[in-house]
């Protein structure tokens, strides 16, 4: 059983830009939740994607945006990026009607930095 | 609006002493609570939970007890080991809708077990 999976590790980026982050949910999981933990703080709820629907929004602007794929991998993108955007981006999968919904997986995040 | 805490960022106990982690919510509507574990460059760590109906759950070293009236749980491990150094999130689950499975978390607290 493949955990979940999110790339790249670290990235770098400068104000302004954009940036997708990539999470392969665990095999037979269909639903991605998205995270971002800044720095001292717990994990804040981005969104959720279901089935490839978005299916609840944390407070996160718009320039926050997701996909799921049918394989139910997903993306995060960011767009005009910002210095408070820098954290820590997690993914989690779960497959709800199961034990695993509530606890959902973690992958190992995507250390995002905004010069 | 903070609505999981925990209030100590950080605990020491000496290895073989019961560590006790605590959380307060603000929310009579969660209806799920979560502990997760988590380790440097690591995803957090499915741990213990408890559903609003019941006051305690134990698995092995690991209970956690709710007091709905004080909308506070804790954590409790016991005996401590050196591996079980680590930050633990508290985190409560909102059933809507909406937001489907979100999980709101506090800010973490860091154990750390001195052998």
């Known amino acids: 059983e493949t955990g979940v999976t999110q790339s790249p590790t670290h990235l770098i980026k400068t104000r302004g830009q954009q940036v997708t982050l990539r999470c392969s949910s665990q095999s037979g999981h269909n639903t991605v939740s998205w995270y971002q933990q800044a720095l001292g703080q717990g994990p804040q709820f981005i969104f959720q994607y279901y089935r490839e629907e978005e299916n609840g929004r944390g407070n996160f602007p718009p320039r926050f945006s997701g996909l799921q794929f049918p394989n139910y991998s997903s993306e995060l993108n960011v767009n005009a990026l910002e210095l408070d955007d820098s954290a820590l981006y997690l993914c989690a999968s779960s497959l709800p009607g199961t034990i695993s919904y509530n606890e959902q997986f973690f992958g190992p995040g995507t250390r995002l930095t905004v010069l | 609006d903070q609505q999981v805490k925990q209030n100590s960022p950080s605990l020491s106990v000496q290895e073989g002493r019961i560590s006790i982690l605590n959380c307060d919510y603000t929310n009579s509507m969660f209806d799920y609570f979560l502990w997760y574990k988590k380790y440097p460059a690591e995803g957090p760590t499915f741990l213990i939970s408890?559903?609003?109906?019941?006051d305690k759950n134990e698995d092995g070293r690991f209970t956690v007890f709710l007091n709905k009236s004080a909308k506070h749980l804790s954590l409790h491990i016991v005996p401590s080991q050196p591996g079980d150094s680590a930050v633990y999130f508290c985190?409560?689950?909102?059933?809507?809708?909406?937001?489907?499975?979100?999980?709101?978390f506090g800010q973490g607290t860091t154990l750390q077990v001195k052998p």
């Open positions: 985190a409560a689950r909102t059933h809507g809708s909406s937001n489907t499975g979100k999980l709101i």
């Open positions: 408890i559903s609003s109906i019941k």
